[in-house]
């Protein structure tokens, strides 16, 4: 097995990685880095990746994979601290989730995207523009999500199948998530706050539903 450490934005890294061969990058991983590590990954029948990073980094990295048709290369994901992503993934954080990385099995999981071809690994929060109230209609698959305003719209990746779950908030409160294959937002505007990242400009629709492909987990 060819096992790799990208080292997202200066992250410390665990003992148990400390001996791997690592790639230093940014918070968000350039893409020209990946790419190079590819070929070295290649050589292996059992290529694995361990990114070492917030949920970001994971999801720039899925999604340079999934647009390459490259989602065979097994992942291992390592937050410092708690992230959505390692909630969602239950990967654990810090050392123990670098030995999980390393010594775990990888097991074919819903990949979850939205309409402009981007990953989702932990949470993406959905409110008005300049953080007013959303307005619109949501649904996931065919049940009403909800239609009018709301403080936020909240949707998340999910462990198993289906692969989607959104919920809303309102005031204080927050709904049961309702899971799904995909989770779909009509809006006069919206922003989208997706693993941390802002969207530039509102938009008016929002789509995030499962990949026809899923991607390889280790845990």
């Given amino acids: 097995m060819s096992t790799h450490v990208l080292r997202c934005d200066g992250a410390p890294v665990p003992i148990a990685l400390a001996a791997l061969p690592t790639s230093q990058t940014a918070a968000i991983p350039d893409t020209s880095v990946i790419d190079e590590l590819l070929p070295v990954l290649a050589a292996d029948s059992l290529p694995r990746l361990i990114v070492l990073g917030e949920d970001a980094a994971l999801a720039a990295v899925l999604t340079h994979l999934m647009r390459t048709e490259r989602l065979h290369v097994e992942i291992g994901y390592v937050p410092i601290d708690k992230t959505y992503g390692s909630r969602v993934y239950q990967t654990g954080t810090g050392n123990a989730a670098?030995?999980?990385?390393?010594?775990g099995k990888a097991i074919e999981t819903p990949l979850v995207r939205d309409d402009t071809g981007k990953v989702l690994i932990g949470r993406a929060t959905i409110t008005g523009p300049g953080g007013a109230k959303l307005e619109g209609e949501a649904y996931v698959d065919d049940i009403p999500l909800f239609s009018g305003k709301v403080t936020a719209m909240h949707v998340s990746?999910?462990?198993?199948?289906?692969?989607?779950?959104a919920t809303v908030r309102k005031g204080l409160r927050k709904r049961r998530w309702i899971a799904g294959r995909a989770a779909q937002l009509g809006t006069p505007g919206a922003v989208v706050?997706?693993?941390g990242i802002v969207t530039d400009r509102?938009?008016?629709?929002?789509?995030?539903?499962?990949?026809?492909?899923?991607?390889?987990?280790?845990?």
Avoid: C, M, N, Q
Wanted: charged letters at 30%.
């Fill in 98 to 103: 670098a030995k999980r990385a390393i010594e």
């Fill in 157 to 165: 990746p999910t462990l198993d199948l289906p692969g989607v779950r």
């Fill in 202 to 219: 509102p938009v008016p629709r929002s789509t995030f539903y499962r990949h026809h492909e899923s991607w390889l987990l280790v845990r």
């Fill in 193 to 195: 706050t997706r693993d």
